[in-house]
Every structure is written in C-alpha cells, then in structure tokens.
C-alpha cells in the first residue's frame, strides 16, 4: 500500500496566483481530512469528507480556500488568491470510517507564497 | 484560542531515561486522547490512544497517563531511543463529534547520545 499520496510536496508561487494541491487517499478508505501545520497554529483541520461529501468545513479560513472530492480516491484543496500569511504545509488524511479510527497522512505539502 | 496546550515546545532527553511529554486541554467534553508522532518531511503516524474511561494505556515502552480532574495528560517514553526524536502531537476528540480531532501545536524531543 503506497500510503496517502500528495503533490507537490513543495510549492513555491506569487501573491496573487491560484494554488491547487492534491490527495490521492489509501484505497478503500472513507474519510478524507485536510490539514495545515503552522508554527503559530499548529495543526489546524480544514474540511473533512466522508464518502465524498464534505461533512464540516468550519476549519477552511476564508472564501479564498476551497476544497472538492470529485470521486473517493481523489481530493484538491484550492487557494484563489494565495497571500503569503497561506505559506504552511498542508497535509492530507484518511481513514477507514467515520469515528475514531486512526488517521493515514500523507507527507504533505509545504507551500511558499512570496 | 487553543483547547489542546502543549506548553513545551522542546524537549531534550538523555538516550536510556524517560521521556515524557505533558498535555493540557480546556473543554471537559473531550472524550477521547491521542498522541501523534512526527518525522521532518513526513506526515504524522498515530502512536497511542486512551479513552476517558481509563487513566493509563501502553504500548509497549509507550505509556500515556490521563488526569481528568486536573485536564491534563502526559505521555511517557521509556527508555528513550534515538529514533524517538520526533514532533510529538497531542489531540483530543470530543464527545459529541467523535470524527474531529483537535490538534496541540506539538513537542520536538530530541534525545541525547
């Protein structure tokens, strides 16, 4: 099993450009979770997915973020505009079901806006 | 406002002794704990659990002792082992949203040779 798969693992952009990141989560998994790590914040969730339908967005800051699971092995987390206050790395997740049961990340994404 | 403190950004272990970690958290519905491991460039691994009906679980040289009076729990390392250097997560789960978890801001622990 290759594991909760992300790209790019690094993203460097300008004010002002569109930011698409990617997840691909492990196989037959349900749940979908996508985080960002910051050293002021530290791990914050953004909006979680159970059988492709976002369940609780109330993490995602502002319009400027979104987030779509067009199909269960496949998930974007979009920022339009980036501003550099976005720079963090952000990190997907997933697991088997609903519930407590534990949560696969990827290696995440560490994204630079300039 | 953070309902999940880990008031201890760093931590420095001699290899052999006890590491342990401390966690705070402010809301009593928190029902259930975690602590998630971090290497640089990876994601986080889970590492152990405990429910709010117990006050101890191990796993193996894993321990994490859970204090609900006083809000607080504590992971303990023994004996501390180079590859224990990591970022180390505290989080909660509440009651009523046993899907969402509650991250602290983490504890680099370093242990010395």
């Known amino acids: 099993d290759a594991g909760v798969i992300q790209s790019p693992r690094h993203e460097v952009t300008e004010m002002g450009q569109e930011v698409t990141l990617r997840c691909k989560p492990i196989s037959g998994h349900n749940s979908l979770f996508w985080y960002r790590q910051t050293m002021m914040r530290g791990l914050e969730l953004l909006i979680y997915?159970?059988?492709?339908?976002?369940?609780?967005d109330s993490g995602m800051p502002e319009d400027r973020f979104s987030a779509k699971m067009p199909n269960a092995s496949f998930s974007t987390l979009k920022i339009q505009p980036s501003e550099p206050r976005d720079s963090a790395v952000y990190f997907c997740a997933s697991s088997l079901r609903e519930g407590r049961d534990e949560q696969f990340f990827g290696p995440g994404t560490r994204l630079t806006v300039l | 406002d953070q309902q999940v403190k880990q008031n201890s950004p760093s931590l420095s272990v001699q290899e052999g002794r006890i590491s342990i970690l401390n966690c705070d958290y402010t809301?009593?519905?928190?029902?259930?704990f975690l602590w998630y491991k971090k290497y640089p460039a990876e994601g986080p691994t889970f590492l152990i659990s405990i429910s709010s009906i117990k006050d101890k679980n191990e796993d193996g040289r894993f321990t994490v002792f859970l204090n609900k009076s006083a809000k607080h729990l504590s992971l303990h390392i023994v004996p501390s082992q180079p590859g224990d250097s990591a970022v180390y997560f505290c989080?909660?789960?509440?009651?009523?949203?046993?899907?969402?978890?509650?991250f602290g801001k983490g504890t680099r622990l370093h242990i010395l040779p």
């Open positions: 809301n009593s519905m928190f029902d259930y």
């Open positions: 989080a909660a789960s509440p009651r009523w949203r046993d899907d969402k978890i509650i």
């Open positions: 997915f159970n059988n492709n339908v976002p369940i609780d």
